[in-house]
């Protein structure tokens, strides 16, 4: 599986746009970004994925770039509840032998009130 | 959503026992489960991979007869650390795959291990 970084911490105030980026510049063309969290003590939770277009869901936007060599993560609207550590991570696609999910150091997100 | 349930969430155990730990999809069939392990201010380490009805795939450096598992059915692997001991504490975290491929996490098992 390809690579990621990601930056240590980021702060963001209460109630304006995360932006979270990762960077995966070895990604390969059948691998996909999958992005989760993990609330302190807690399982991770799955937030997003995306191969190439951007993604919309309930919790985030997932924006991909043109050559699929990062991409950025957004919660709209922040609050204290999203206040976890958030991992990208690229994979090749599932239902294949090498279906894992490798979790790097992610990206410690503070919202701060 | 798809709900991934593990028992129990925290367990005192002294050192040379054996601790089982339990992990069910509640509402879907996962024919394969994952096993991972957390310390303090680190990140999730993959440990194995669980197969239904196969043996389970270990990652390098795992020992197999120390970490146990058992995917007797298509809901439920089982981990059980064997003779641990207190470098075994650590936060277990089991996860399986669900609808859209994608991998559902329980909420993970705190093991103090005296």
């Known amino acids: 599986d390809a690579k990621t970084t990601q930056p240590t911490s980021m702060d963001c105030a209460e109630g304006r746009a995360a932006n979270l980026p990762c960077n995966h510049s070895?990604?390969?063309?059948?691998?996909?970004v999958y992005w989760y969290r993990q609330i302190h003590s807690q399982g991770p939770q799955y937030i997003i994925h995306?191969?190439?277009n951007n993604e919309t869901n309930e919790m985030a936007s997932l924006i991909i770039t043109e050559d699929r060599k990062s991409s950025t993560l957004i919660l709209p609207h922040a609050t204290l509840r999203d206040t976890a550590v958030y991992y990208c991570?690229?994979?090749?696609?599932?239902?294949?032998?090498?279906?894992?999910?490798?979790f790097g150091p992610g990206t410690s997100l503070s919202v701060i009130p | 959503g798809a709900v991934v349930s593990q028992h129990p969430s925290r367990v005192i155990c002294k050192s040379g026992t054996s601790v089982k730990i339990e992990c069910r999809s509640l509402?879907?069939?996962?024919?394969?489960m994952f096993w991972y392990r957390q310390f303090p201010k680190q990140s999730l380490m993959l440990m194995a991979t669980?197969?239904?009805?196969?043996?389970?795939?270990?990652e390098q450096g795992v020992e197999k007869d120390k970490f146990l598992i058992n995917h007797a059915s298509l809901t439920l692997s089982t981990l059980t650390v064997t003779s641990a001991h207190p470098e075994d504490s650590s936060f277990y975290i089991c996860?399986?795959?669900?609808?859209?491929?994608?991998?559902?996490f329980g909420a993970g098992t705190r093991l103090s291990v005296l």
């Open positions: 070895t990604i390969s063309g059948n691998e996909y």
């Open positions: 995306g191969l190439k």
């Open positions: 991570i690229v994979r090749v696609g599932p239902k294949t032998s090498y279906d894992k999910v490798i």
């Open positions: 996860s399986a795959r669900g609808q859209g491929d994608i991998q559902y």
């Open positions: 669980s197969n239904e009805g196969s043996k389970a795939t270990y």
């Open positions: 509402d879907f069939q996962a024919t394969t």
